[in-house]
């Protein structure tokens, strides 16, 4: 029940197409969900986040959608640009924990 | 930069030795999250404190052990080493006590550790 589902594990997307990550979970006591981006050699970093009251949020071409009832949530990255590359992290926040997915390879050919 | 101070970045090392991660916070930042980053585990979340206390803990095998000192620095203690132990690990930090209020951890570039 601490786990979060994370798909695909890796997505090849063409520049300026739309790259979609699904993220699913099941303890409704999570009640914060960050997306992390990661580039090679670095550490993640905190990329867009929601709370489950709010169905959408959108900041720039990055936009997570939120469905409560299903507990599952998405990152849409609109006009996808080869310098979004990267290994995307969905999370879901409790008080005391954050729990990661495992993670989804995006690689945007020029 | 997110503030966060991460050494060694490398190290080799064989099986059944004890190594030692030192993670600086970011200036301000109480808390301090360890997780281990594997290719078919992502990340892992292994322990956090908070200003000097064990705030949460999470998949941290009995071989590892963690602190954090007065000077908010912490270490990740990491003994008798298997070769499953080879992973980047991660040091986090956030200026809350509770992750669920801004979510935000900032993360240093991490320790790649192999063990031979």
């Known amino acids: 029940q601490q786990q979060v589902k994370q798909s695909p594990q890796s997505l090849i997307v063409q520049k300026g197409g739309i790259s979609i990550i699904n993220c699913a979970y099941e303890?409704?006591?999570?009640?914060?969900f960050p997306w992390y981006q990661q580039f090679p050699g670095k550490g993640p970093a905190l990329l867009i986040a929601i709370r489950p009251d709010v169905s959408e949020k959108k900041e720039g071409r990055f936009t997570i959608s939120f469905n409560k009832s299903a507990k599952q949530f998405s990152l849409h990255i609109m006009d996808s640009q080869p310098g979004d590359s990267a290994t995307y992290f969905c999370?879901?926040?409790?008080?005391?924990?954050?729990?990661f997915g495992k993670g989804t390879r995006l690689h945007i050919l020029p | 930069d997110s503030g966060v101070t991460q050494t060694p970045k490398h190290l080799i090392t064989a099986t059944g030795q004890r190594v030692t991660l030192r993670c600086s916070p970011r200036?301000?930042?109480?808390?301090v999250y360890w997780y281990q980053q594997s290719l078919d585990q992502g990340l892992q979340f292994l322990i956090q404190?908070?200003?000097?206390?064990?705030?949460a803990k999470g998949n941290i095998l009995e071989r590892f052990s963690a602190q954090q000192f007065p000077d908010l620095h912490s270490e990740l203690n990491l003994s008798s080493l298997e070769l499953g132990d080879s992973a980047l690990y991660f040091c986090?930090?956030?200026?809350?006590?509770?992750?669920?209020?801004?979510?935000?951890?900032?993360f240093g570039e991490g320790s790649r550790l192999t063990v031979l």
């Open positions: 999370a879901a926040s409790m008080v005391d924990k954050i729990i």
């Open positions: 404190y908070y200003n000097g206390e064990e705030r």
């Open positions: 200036s301000g930042d109480l808390s």
């Open positions: 986090a930090s956030s200026a809350e006590v509770r992750t669920d209020l801004t979510g935000e951890l900032f």
């Open positions: 303890n409704t006591a999570f009640d914060y």
